[in-house]
């Protein structure tokens, strides 16, 4: 069996119609057939709601609360918790294998594993356009607009047309290939085409709730952006239905090319002997919660999209709505290689799942985040079938019932109604006395100079 691995960076699961959080239309014809070609995980959440560590944890199967590994500025690579010599990426595992495996775009984020790839180019930021910033709020990052480049031109496009280039060529071995977009992370700077699918008139807004912070422990309000940031700035504006157009038409632009990649995929000789699984890094808000982007442990910057294809494994049409997470993804396909993972890696194999997708499952996502200054306790979100639970440091807590509240409009922490689920959702956190503390950012940067330095001598 080959391996194809795509992943999309930043894009959220508005998506998927079951997750009841978005109404409006989202053009994903290539993603959606490949779900509905496989199974389609619909609770399926990250181990960290940000770039680095989220792809750390489902490259190595190591979560964060055992690597210490909860911010960008924290690399897997310089963690002393964990026995280095064991921690093995995936594309190592099936490099160790036999297999010949090959990288395009944006598949880690830091993590130096070169030794790891027969032939790995990473993702490179499309320029911005002459006349940027466009959407004139921020600027920066924080933009959006019609792009100057033609799609061709456009780097995600780059990094699909080389591993298209991986499926045209034959191979006297098993491959594992990897092709990550970049989009949609922001800027999104989109040709013209993307955004005339979505008029402006048409575009549905997430539901806000302006007073959603009130009822929120001081922490986790600092994990908002807050009132009057950038959030609030672009509904202010007026700008709101634009910015929701420009991610959408980002996203349709990453389902064009991860449709050529399939397409390439169906058109060659591996089709039947390929394993595909797409995902997403972790969520994204678009105004909800007052936030904009990720880095929160509510639904919108934890829930992913998570789908898999397996010849022989896996039948069409199949759905499962069992709470899973993107560290489970390390061992099913090492399992449905043959492999053996690290006794490191946390997650769990989801072949069960893939074979029957109603299967009963022990269901619980744990999502682990820290404030960038924070350095002795984690934040730790528990998703599970009765609601989110979330931990801030070590005692500040919030308790959403799910089931009735799909926004996470109301924090229930307080009603007597709930305290045996909380009960039971408190006895799932990691036990702090025995995760590991957020690697500091500051030693993080200091070990690098040090590297550094002695390089030069
Ligand atoms: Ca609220």
């Known amino acids: 069996?080959?391996?194809?691995?795509?992943?999309?960076?930043?894009?959220?699961?508005?998506?998927?119609?079951?997750?009841?959080?978005?109404?409006?239309?989202?053009?994903?014809?290539?993603?959606?057939?490949?779900?509905?070609?496989?199974?389609?995980f619909t609770r399926a959440y990250t181990a960290a709601p940000v770039c680095s560590p989220s792809r750390t944890a489902f490259f190595s199967g190591?979560?964060?609360?055992?690597?210490g590994i909860y911010n960008n500025a924290q690399i897997i690579n310089e963690s002393e918790a964990v026995n280095q010599d064991a921690v093995l990426s995936l594309a190592g595992l099936f490099k160790k294998s036999g297999y010949g495996t090959y990288g395009y775009g944006k598949i880690t984020h830091g993590w130096d594993q070169k030794e790891h790839w027969d032939d790995k180019v990473?993702?490179?930021?499309?320029p911005a356009p002459p006349d940027a910033p466009l959407a004139g709020l921020s600027g920066g990052e924080q933009d959006w607009g019609l792009i100057h480049l033609t799609e061709e031109q456009m780097n995600d496009t780059g990094g699909a047309n080389k591993a298209i280039a991986v499926l045209e060529k034959k191979h006297d071995k098993p491959f594992f290939l990897a092709y990550g977009s970049f989009n949609p992370h922001m800027p999104w700077y989109v040709p013209q085409k993307y955004l005339d699918m979505y008029p402006l008139d048409q575009i549905v807004l997430p539901e806000l709730k302006e007073d959603d912070l009130e009822d929120l422990p001081p922490l986790a309000k600092a994990v908002s952006d807050g009132i009057g940031s950038f959030a609030d700035k672009v509904i202010q504006s007026g700008r709101h239905k634009e910015a929701v157009q420009a991610y959408l038409a980002t996203t349709?632009?990453?389902?064009?090319?991860?449709g050529r990649v399939l397409d390439a995929l169906e058109n060659s000789s591996y089709k039947d002997n390929t394993i595909v699984v797409f995902l997403t890094d972790h969520g994204f808000h678009l105004g909800e919660k007052h936030h904009w982007q990720k880095t929160t442990l509510w639904e919108e910057g934890t829930h992913t999209l998570l789908m898999f294809r397996a010849p022989g494994v896996t039948q069409a049409g199949g759905v499962s709505r069992r709470f899973v997470s993107l560290m489970d993804i390390y061992p099913t396909l090492a399992e449905l290689c043959g492999l053996t993972p690290p006794a490191t890696v946390d997650g769990r194999s989801l072949v069960p799942l893939l074979k029957a997708p109603k299967t009963p499952w022990e269901s619980t996502a744990i999502t682990g985040l820290c404030d960038k200054t924070t350095t002795d306790l984690a934040y730790i979100s528990i998703r599970h079938e009765l609601g989110r639970y979330i931990r801030y440091g070590a005692d500040e807590e919030e308790f959403y019932d799910t089931t009735k509240d799909p926004h996470e409009w109301t924090n229930q922490i307080d009603n007597p109604e709930y305290a045996a689920t909380i009960e039971q959702l408190r006895a799932i956190v990691p036990r702090f006395?025995?995760?590991?503390?957020p690697l500091p950012s500051s030693l993080t940067k200091k070990r690098r100079e040090s590297r550094k330095e002695k390089k030069k001598r």
């Open 122 to 126: 990473g993702h490179k930021r499309d």
């Open 1 to 40: 069996m080959n391996v194809l691995f795509l992943v999309a960076d930043d894009l959220n699961s508005w998506m998927l119609e079951d997750a009841d959080r978005y109404a409006g239309k989202v053009v994903a014809p290539n993603l959606r057939k490949l779900a509905s070609s496989g199974v389609n």
């Open 433 to 437: 006395k025995d995760a590991v503390p």
């Open 252 to 258: 349709t632009y990453v389902d064009t090319q991860m």
């Open 62 to 67: 190591v979560a964060p609360w055992k690597t």
